[in-house]
């Protein structure tokens, strides 16, 4: 027996598209323009080939974790853990690289660090999501403490040293490869983004997303399983922060235990930034693809005009405090209007 | 509405507004670009320094200066990155991991760019011109025999972990170790266990009555190490010597009040210089050095305040 699903009225419905549009057209045009000021102030040195395709590699990373955080967002729910997840799983990945060959490991080498690096990502959202719908602990609570296992668990199974276990085609052909001229990061990257928007905005799965995060006990009387959805979204999450561990490994040759340990947050300001409300409900991963790049066009053209990148953090704050704020408003206003 | 666009639009123009115009008709000069290990750090401050005053005193050099707030091998590769697209000459750079930076000053090594090594080195500088570096195992050599001297020749010295992916650490662990083992047997060494935190360093005073000697590599660690030391007996305070590398202006305080010992301070104001004109000289196609050493200076409460010791405390800033 199939419960029919009232179609929303097409005045809402274009409301709720003109939203979206605005909110990642507003930021897409705002990056738009930051980038014709830089490439105006730095003819020749800021639009060049060489300057967008390393900032979309050193990028490439965040965004991984942005479409994860995006579906968690959309859904009304956090998740702290996955700079620390990401760590977590370059270390497992390492060691299991270092059993067979380390830096002379051969392709059967790389697939089982892929494996590995995603199974830790994995594991980690199947115990966020499970602690999360099962235990009924907070989100926000239940990822502070994976991030904290996950980060202590690095340091225990590293003795707080880097490992470089790391193959050598892995670094060469991964890591600093390059796929119909297009470096390898930025490929993976896309790939995450296409699927990633594809299933938020033209899925089932998607739209059970959405609805959960707007308004979570209409969603459950629509019938929807909620609490499936909310571990299925711990698992793309973790699922994102294990590949961006495994592409971690490939640019950088080594676990990195003292880094990634802005990313939760960079990847949350560019899922914000992208037009994911933070109260849930709406969210786009092509917005969020958008969005982690205005802190990272910032920093390329801040550097370029010898200024410390310190300003890069003000201007990140104002912009971010201004996106909620009108995100807030136009709550107000369509609460008010209904 | 676009509240946000001219909020950002506003304040890079006030940025913009900042710099000085640069003259189209100057003359030819070097770009050389000096990136730290971060710019949160005296010790960098210092190299920044005697950077600055180099370029100043040669003339014909433009130098900027970069870093980010953090040692973070995947912050500084942005940074590195963008500095290549900019269109330095040279990149004289304190990489914050080894192999991490690999790639990207290879690429720019690539676009023509010369690369230096300052403080750190790539573990692999093949295409590197020159590594401007401390003597790092001779520096630990140095420390231990400071050390040794302090402690009597006798009892147990504490040495923290390595700080993980720094090549400098590890070097200095070892020279210190080597000296020990060569020319002080009596002394015993304690190297695991113990960390950055407090309450560690507590457990490992616990663990080990007889420690008389304490081997620190990190300022902040020694500051840490001084608290903890403060909290023992006072018959097991008074028998712990403790030195440390760095002569950060906190540091060089708790020195002058006796909570340590000894310092051993590097010379990063010269690391600075050395590195803009070995810039200098590749880039007019003059042979350098491949390596070039600098040296260290036992900072004491009995020399400290000499002119000749004084110099080398680090600066807080360049003015």
């Avoid at chain 1, 730095?42 to 967008?52: M, Q, R, S």
């Avoid at chain 2, 950077?51 to 980010?68: F, K």
């Avoid at chain 2, 080597?178 to 002394?187: F, G, L, R, S, T």
Wanted: hydrophobic share 50%.
């Amino acid at each position: 027996m199939t419960t029919t699903r009232p179609t929303p009225p097409a005045p809402a419905k274009l409301a709720l598209r003109r939203v979206l549009a605005s909110q990642a057209m507003l930021t897409a045009g705002t990056l738009l323009v930051v980038m014709a000021l830089f490439t105006a102030l730095f003819p020749g040195k800021f639009a060049t080939l060489y300057n967008i395709q390393t900032l979309m590699v050193d990028y490439s990373g965040i965004v991984l974790l942005g479409v994860g955080l995006t579906f968690i967002m959309t859904s009304a729910r956090f998740d702290l853990s996955v700079g620390a997840v990401l760590v977590f799983s370059c270390v497992l990945g390492t060691q299991a690289m270092g059993a067979l060959g380390g830096a002379d490991g051969g392709w059967g080498a790389v697939l089982i660090g892929l494996i590995v690096c995603l199974g830790t990502g994995l594991l980690a959202g199947l115990v966020n999501g499970f602690l999360i719908v099962k235990a009924r602990v907070p989100s926000i609570i239940v990822t502070l403490g994976t991030l904290s296992v996950a980060q202590g668990a690095a340091y225990v199974l590293t003795g707080g040293v880097d490992l470089y276990a790391v193959p050598k085609v892995m670094l060469d052909h991964i890591g600093q490869g390059k796929v119909l001229g297009l470096p390898v990061p930025i490929v993976v990257a896309a790939l995450a983004v296409a699927i990633g928007s594809f299933v938020l905005s033209q899925t089932r799965f998607g739209q059970y997303t959405c609805a959960t995060g707007s308004n979570a006990e209409a969603a459950r009387r629509a019938g929807i399983n909620i609490d499936r959805v909310a571990i299925t979204l711990y698992l793309i999450s973790g699922a994102g922060a294990g590949l961006a561990g495994f592409m971690s490994l490939a640019r950088y040759g080594s676990t990195t235990l003292a880094a990634h340990q802005n990313d939760n947050l960079t990847a949350l300001l560019g899922v914000v930034l992208g037009g994911t409300s933070l109260f849930g409900g709406t969210g786009t991963v092509v917005g969020t693809a958008v969005g982690v790049f205005i802190p990272g066009v910032l920093s390329n053209g801040l550097v370029m005009m010898q200024v410390l990148p310190y300003w890069q953090y003000i201007i990140v704050g104002i912009v971010l405090i201004a996106v909620v704020y009108i995100d807030l408003v136009k709550r107000r206003g369509r609460t008010e209007g209904g | 509405m676009r509240h946000f666009s001219t909020a950002a639009l506003s304040t890079l123009l006030l940025i913009s507004a900042a710099q000085p115009a640069q003259a189209q008709t100057a003359p030819k000069k070097y770009k050389i670009a000096l990136i730290l290990g971060t710019t949160t750090d005296n010790f960098y401050t210092s190299m920044q320094c005697g950077a600055v005053e180099a370029a100043r005193r040669l003339g014909d050099v433009e130098l900027t200066v970069q870093g980010a707030p953090r040692w973070d091998a995947t912050l500084q590769t942005p940074v590195v990155n963008a500095v290549t697209a900019s269109g330095a000459q040279a990149i004289a750079i304190a990489v914050n991991d080894g192999r991490a930076l690999f790639a990207p000053l290879k690429a720019a090594n690539d676009k023509g760019i010369k690369i230096i090594g300052v403080d750190t080195r790539l573990a692999d500088s093949s295409f590197v011109v020159s590594n401007i570096s401390s003597d790092n195992r001779a520096l630990g050599a140095e420390a231990a025999r400071t050390l040794a001297k302090l402690m009597g020749e006798k009892g147990t010295a504490l040495i923290p972990p390595i700080t993980p992916g720094i090549t400098t650490v590890a070097d200095r662990i070892q020279g210190f170790i080597d000296e020990i083992k060569a020319n002080h047997k009596n002394i015993k060494i304690v190297y695991k266990g113990a960390s950055e935190d407090a309450s560690a360093f507590s457990a490992a005073f616990a663990a080990n009555p007889d420690i008389t000697g304490m081997f620190l590599i990190a300022n902040n660690e020694a500051l840490v190490a001084a608290g903890a030391i403060r909290q023992l007996p006072e018959d097991r305070r008074d028998k712990i010597s403790v030195v440390s590398f760095d002569a950060a202006p906190a540091l060089v305080a708790a020195l002058k009040s006796n909570q340590i010992q000894a310092i051993v301070a590097q010379k990063p104001a010269q690391m600075g210089a050395l590195a803009v004109e070995t810039a200098r000289k590749a880039l007019m196609g003059q042979a350098v050095a491949k390596s070039i050493p600098t040296g260290g200076v036992g900072l004491t409460r009995a020399n400290i305040n000499q002119p000749a010791f004084a110099q080398y405390v680090y600066k807080s800033s360049c003015k």
